[in-house]
């Protein structure tokens, strides 16, 4: 009978880190928004700023203003920018990238950059 315990626990063990790993792949695999933002973003958007167009900041009531409450909205403008705006195709964005971006851009800067 104590020995059925230790395999059960044993087995109980052993799901329970293949679990984990499934969930850390999941994770690593996810694109991450703010690297992503750094990269194709920030050098005209550094610090959630605009130094194109100062009026389109990517600052809660800025956003709000211009009608960018909700990821999508990121998404659209990525995809087809106003003036001075570098567009992201799929090719050169995966919309799997386009929305960690967005997702990034509304969930943190946002809510930071005032």
Do not use: W
């Not at 690593?28 to 050098?43: D, I, K, R």
């Not at 705006?85 to 509304?106: C, F, G």
């Amino acid at each position: 009978m104590k020995r059925l315990g230790m395999l059960l626990a044993a087995v109980a063990i052993t799901l329970s880190l293949g679990a984990y790993s499934v969930a850390a792949a999941a994770d690593a695999a996810a694109p991450n928004g703010q690297a992503l933002f750094e990269t194709y973003c920030a050098s005209c958007h550094r610090g959630g700023g605009n130094i194109i167009n100062p009026k389109k900041t990517l600052k809660a009531s800025d956003m709000k203003a211009n009608g960018v409450t909700e990821p999508k909205h990121v998404v659209k403008l990525i995809r087809k920018p106003g003036p001075g705006m570098i567009p992201y195709d799929e090719k050169t964005l995966s919309n799997k990238d386009a929305k960690a971006i967005a997702e990034y851009v509304i969930n943190t800067l946002g809510r930071t950059a005032r």
